[in-house]
C-alpha cells in the first residue's frame, strides 16, 4: 500500500518507538477495510518491525541492561520469556521495587524495548532482539486480515519454542517429529499463501535436516552409550594396527522415532525418506551405509540439503 509505505519511510527504524507509530498508522487507518489492503499493510508493517529488531543493538556483557536480565531470567536460560521481564516491571512486591530503584537506567531502557514489542534471546553472554509473538498477533487481531491472520496465529503459538541451540537440538527427536507433523500440516492447508513459500515450507526442510542428519551436538549416528568400540567391516576399511575402531549406530532415541513417525505420520511428504532409512537401518543393524547416503542423496534434492551431506563421511569413517 504506497500510503502506508510513506508512513514507514518517514519513522526511523533505529527507534524502538518506531513500532509503535507503525503500528498505530496501520490500525488507524485500515482496521476497517477490507483483507486484501489489510493483508498488505500488516506485511509492510511486520517488515519493518523486523528492520528495527536487525538495526537494535545487542546488550553486552558487563552492562546494566545485561546484568538485570541476566537476573531476571536466572535459572531460565534459553527459555526465559518476555512475560518475565514484564511482570517485574508491574511488580509492587519490595524486592522488585528496590530493584527497579538501584537499576534506573537499566529498567528505562526495558521498559522502552517492551513497549515496543521487542524482547531478547540469549546468546553466548550477550542478548539479541527478538520478535515478541504476543505483540506481532495482537496488532494482527486488530485487522481484518485473510488467510494471513491463520499464519500469524499458527507462527505466534510455534515461534516460542526453541528447537536448537548452541549446535545442540533442545527439544529432543520426538519434539522434532512433532513439530515438523505442524508445520507440514499447515503448509499443506495453505499451499497458496505466500508466508508458506517463504517461511513455512524452509523451516519444514530445516527440520528434516536435523531429523535425518543430526547436528553437532546431537547426533544421528554415534557409538552408543556404554558400549565398548567395536570394528565393522561394513562401515570401513582395515583399522590401521593399534587402532581401536568403533561402530556408528543411530541413535537409539531417534530410531524409535523413526518408527512413531511410520506409523502417526503417514501423510508427510518425507513418509518415503522415513521409511527407507528404517529399511536400510533394519539390514544393517542400525549402522549408516553407503547404501543409506546414496539413497538420502537420491530422495532429497533440494540444493538446500547438499551442505548437510558433509556430516555423512562421519557416519561412514
Known amino acids: 500500500m504506497p500510503e502506508y509505505a510513506a508512513v514507514l519511510d518517514a519513522l526511523d527504524p533505529t527507534k524502538p518507538e518506531s513500532i509503535i507509530q507503525a503500528g498505530d498508522a496501520a490500525l488507524r487507518t485500515y482496521a476497517k477495510s477490507v483483507s486484501a489492503d489489510a493483508d498488505a499493510v500488516f506485511r509492510q508493517f511486520q517488515a519493518f518491525y523486523e528492520s528495527v529488531l536487525v538495526k537494535t543493538p545487542y546488550i553486552q556483557l558487563r552492562t546494566p541492561l545485561n546484568d538485570l536480565l541476566n537476573e531476571l531470567c536466572a535459572g531460565q536460560g534459553l527459555r526465559c520469556r518476555a512475560a518475565t521481564a514484564d511482570a517485574f516491571l508491574a511488580s509492587n512486591r519490595s524486592d522488585d521495587v528496590r530493584r527497579r530503584a538501584v537499576s534506573q537506567p537499566a529498567v528505562a531502557a526495558l521498559t522502552q524495548y517492551r513497549s515496543a514489542g521487542i524482547w531478547f534471546f540469549w546468546g553466548e ?35 516460542p519454542e526453541r528447537v536448537a541451540e548452541d549446535a545442540g537440538i533442545l527439544v529432543g527427536w520426538e519434539g522434532v517429529r512433532r513439530r515438523l507433523a505442524r508445520w507440514e500440516a499447515f503448509a499443506r492447508a495453505h499451499p497458496t499463501l505466500p508466508e508458506t513459500q517463504v517461511d513455512a515450507l524452509p523451516h519444514v526442510a530445516n527440520l528434516i535436516a536435523m531429523y535425518v542428519f543430526g547436528i553437532s551436538n546431537t547426533r544421528a549416528y554415534d557409538t552408543r552409550s556404554g558400549e565398548t568400540p ?36 503417514r501423510d508427510s511428504a518425507y513418509y518415503k525418506v522415513i521409511d527407507g532409512i528404517v529399511t536400510r537401518l533394519r539390514r544393517s543393524n542400525g549402522a549408516p551405509t553407503r547404501e543409506l547416503v546414496d539413497f538420502l542423496r537420491a530422495e532429497l534434492t533440494d540444493p538446500y540439503f547438499k551442505q548437510w551431506f558433509g556430516v555423512t563421511q562421519r557416519w561412514l569413517r
Open 230 to 265: 567395536v570394528y565393522d567391516v561394513r562401515v570401513g576399511g582395515v583399522p590401521p594396527p593399534g587402532a581401536r575402531a568403533w561402530t556408528m549406530r543411530i541413535d537409539p532415541r531417534l530410531k524409535s522415532s523413526y518408527d512413531r513417525f511410520l506409523v502417526e505420520n
Open 125 to 159: 553472554g550477550d542478548w539479541y532482539a527478538a520478535p515478541e509473538p504476543a505483540f506481532i498477533s495482537a496488532v494482527a487481531a486488530r485487522l481484518p486480515l485473510g488467510e494471513l491472520g491463520e499464519w500469524v496465529r499458527f507462527w505466534a503459538a510455534e515461534a
